[in-house]
C-alpha cells in the first residue's frame, strides 16, 4: 500500500488516486536563465525515480513538467548578455536537455512552455477578474485580491495579516493590498509582450502553471510537485488561483523536495553558492551524480560536499563490482528472488524511501558476491533482480568495464578543460596558431566544443 507524505495535510496518506490506476504529476520546471544546477538535478531526480516507481506497479502516469520560458531573470540575463530572450532561452534549453540526458532524467509524458499558454492564461485571468478575485492596477499591471480567497495559506501556513505587514513596509502603493500579487504584468519599452485585453504585457509566473496544470491534467488532478523553495508564494498562488478560477479543489498530494546545501545555506543562483550539472559532471561520473542525490529520501535536506560524492563513488562502484564476471546470456530459468522485490517495494511505498530501498540494494549485493563463488547461476538471477530493482532509481546503464573504463574519467575531464583553457587564453591574446593546436589536441581526444554567449562547453562525440 502506497503512502505519501502531502505538505498539505502535513501528514502521510494512503494514495489514492482519482481515476483508477490512472496519474497526473505536474512539476515545475526550471525556469531557463542559466546553466542547470545540483538543485536541480536533485529534484528531477527525485521525480524521475518516483515516476519510474509508480509505472513499475502498473500506474499510467502522465507527467507534465513545464519549462518556464518567459520571467523578469530570463529578460534581465538576456540584457545582461546583449542577446534576444529567444536565443537565452533556446540555448538554456538545449543546455537543460544535454544535462538531464546525462544524468538520465528522462522526458515527462509533456514539456509545455509558458508562451505557449498566453492565450488560456488570458483566459483564465478574465475569468478571475469577473469574479472579483483580481482587479486592474493604475499602473496597468492585474493583481489577484489574495483576500478574495478564504484558505489562502493553506500549504505554506503564511498569515495574509503578516503578509500585509511585511509588504507594506515595501511601499507598494499600486495594490489595494500589499500581499496582492502579479497575473499580468505591462510590459516596458523592448521587453517582450503579447496583446491582452489590458494592453501589451507578459503573465506572471504564478499564473502559467495554473493554466498549464489545467490545459494538460484537467481542473483536478492528483499529484502537484516541486522543490519546497516553491512552497510559498508560487505554489500558494497557483492553489488560490486555481480554486478561485475553477470552483474546484486543485490537487489531492502536494510532494516537496528538500534543498540541497551547502555549508548550512541553500544551494541557489541568488546565493553564488551553486554548482551547476555540468560542472561537476567534468569530475564525477552522472551515474555516481544520481546515486549521490538519491541517498537522501526527498524530502530532507542534502549536504553537497566532495567527501559525499566520492562516497557515493565507492558505493556504486561495490554495486557494479557485484556485476563483473556475471554473464546474463548464460542465464537460467532459476526461480525469480520476489524477497528483495517485495522488500524494496516495502521501501518505496513508504513515501518514496530511497535510502531504505538502497539498503536493500546493498544486502542483493552481499548475497551476490556471495553466491558467485559457490553458485553461479543463483548469482546470475540474483543479478537480474539487481538489474531490475536499479532501473527504477535510474542507475546500472552501462556494463561494469563501460562504467569503470568510461571515457569521460576524472583525468580525461581535467585534460580537456586545460586545453579549453589554454584554447580561450590563446583566442584573447589573437594566437590563432596556439589556438589551433589546443583544438587539433582536443580533436584527437574525441572532444567536440560548442561556443556560445555562456562560454565554451564540451562533449564526447558519438562512438
Not at 524521475?48 to 518556464?68: A, F, P, Q
Not at 495579516?161 to 519599452?189: C, G, H, T, Y
Not at 488532478?221 to 470552483?247: M, R, T, V
Not at 479543489?249 to 546565493?271: A, Q, R
Amino acid at each position: 500500500m502506497l503512502k505519501v507524505y502531502n505538505s498539505l495535510t502535513k501528514i502521510k496518506e494512503i494514495f489514492k488516486p482519482i481515476k483508477d490506476k490512472e496519474i497526473g504529476i505536474y512539476v515545475c520546471g526550471v525556469t531557463v536563465y542559466d546553466f542547470c544546477h545540483i538543485g536541480h538535478a536533485r529534484t528531477y531526480i527525485s521525480f524521475d525515480i518516483i515516476v519510474n516507481y509508480l509505472r513499475s506497479i502498473g500506474y499510467k502516469v502522465n507527467y507534465v513538467r513545464n519549462i518556464t520560458d518567459i520571467e523578469d531573470k530570463i529578460i534581465k540575463r538576456s540584457i545582461e548578455k546583449g542577446i534576444e530572450w529567444k536565443q537565452l532561452v533556446d540555448e538554456n534549453i538545449e543546455y537543460m536537455d544535454d544535462d538531464f540526458l546525462a544524468l538520465n532524467i528522462k522526458k515527462p509524458s509533456a514539456e509545455p512552455k509558458a508562451t505557449e499558454f498566453i492565450e488560456p492564461m488570458i483566459n483564465m485571468i478574465s475569468k478571475l477578474i469577473e469574479k472579483n478575485n483580481a482587479y486592474i492596477a493604475k499602473s496597468g499591471d492585474v493583481l489577484f485580491r489574495v483576500n478574495s480567497f478564504s484558505n489562502y495559506g493553506m500549504l505554506s501556513g503564511q498569515k495574509v495579516e503578516e503578509l500585509e505587514n511585511i509588504r507594506s513596509i515595501q511601499k507598494q502603493e499600486d495594490k489595494d493590498n500589499p500581499a496582492d500579487f502579479v497575473l499580468w504584468k505591462m510590459s516596458k519599452e523592448n521587453e517582450p509582450s503579447w496583446d491582452s485585453p489590458w494592453g501589451k504585457g507578459r503573465p506572471g509566473w504564478h499564473i502559467e502553471c495554473s493554466v498549464m496544470t489545467e490545459g494538460l491534467l484537467g481542473k483536478h488532478f492528483d499529484i502537484h510537485g516541486g522543490g519546497s523553495d516553491l512552497k510559498f508564494p508560487h505554489h500558494e498562488n497557483e492553489i488560490a488561483q486555481s480554486c478561485c478560477a475553477n470552483e474546484t479543489k486543485f490537487c489531492n498530494y502536494w510532494l516537496h523536495t528538500g534543498m540541497v546545501m551547502v555549508d548550512k545555506e541553500k544551494m541557489s543562483k541568488s546565493l553564488n553558492n551553486f554548482f551547476t550539472i555540468r560542472d561537476v559532471l567534468k569530475e564525477y561520473d552522472p551515474e555516481v551524480v544520481r546515486y549521490f542525490l538519491s541517498t537522501s529520501h526527498y524530502r530532507s535536506r542534502l549536504n553537497y560536499s566532495k567527501e559525499n560524492l566520492n562516497q557515493a563513488k565507492s558505493a556504486l562502484d561495490r554495486i557494479y563490482n557485484a556485476l563483473v564476471g556475471i554473464n546474463f546470456e548464460n542465464q537460467s530459468s532459476y526461480p525469480e528472488h520476489t524477497s528483495f522485490g517485495e522488500r524494496f517495494n516495502d521501501a518505496m511505498n513508504d513515501d518514496f524511501n530511497t535510502p531504505e530501498a538502497l539498503a536493500v540494494i546493498f544486502d542483493l549485493v552481499k548475497e551476490i558476491n556471495k553466491s558467485k563463488e559457490t553458485d553461479i547461476e543463483k548469482a546470475t538471477s540474483l543479478a537480474s533482480e539487481l538489474m531490475k530493482l536499479c532501473k527504477i532509481l535510474g542507475i546500472l546503464n552501462l556494463k561494469p568495464e563501460e562504467y569503470f573504463n568510461n571515457l569521460n574519467s576524472a583525468s580525461l575531464r581535467e585534460q580537456v578543460e586545460e586545453l579549453i583553457k589554454s584554447r580561450n587564453e590563446a583566442r584573447k591574446e589573437k594566437n590563432w596558431a596556439k589556438a589551433d593546436m589546443a583544438r587539433d589536441k582536443l580533436n584527437e581526444l574525441g572532444v567536440i566544443l560548442e561556443d556560445s554567449s555562456n562560454g565554451t562547453s564540451w562533449k564526447i562525440k558519438d562512438k
